[in-house]
């Protein structure tokens, strides 16, 4: 093997490279920490309406009577799935936080008086 003649030039340039592939690196480990930390906090696309009352802290029936009043929401034969950035566009345009909380105590009211008679 013939030796390698290292002028300055390809000194320059293998520091170029080196320099070309450490800032790759670091470009790749930004932007998955970055996805990694938006998609772990980020709600999913489309939400069942059970899990969807749940994040809202509301009966079942609360989102079953939003979807009556126009909550976005998509049928798949009989599955119901809830669009969720549209959703709570839709809950802030349509029903107030008060509202929400008031349905929250009476769901809760209920669920408890329906355990008492059980």
Known sequence: ?????????LVDALADERVRQHLEALVRKAVADALS?????APPKFERP???AAR?????RT??????LGL?????????RIDTERADTWLADN??????????REDAAKSRRVRRAG
């Open 50 to 52: 059970d899990d969807f």
């Open 37 to 41: 930390s938006t998609m772990g906090n």
């Open 95 to 104: 029903v107030h936080e008060r509202e929400i909380e008031q349905r929250a």
């Open 1 to 9: 093997m013939a030796p390698i003649d290292f002028t300055p030039a």
């Open 63 to 68: 989102v079953r009577n939003w979807l009556k």
């Open 72 to 80: 976005p929401h998509v049928k798949q034969g009989r599955a119901v």
């Open 56 to 60: 809202y802290k509301v009966c079942a």
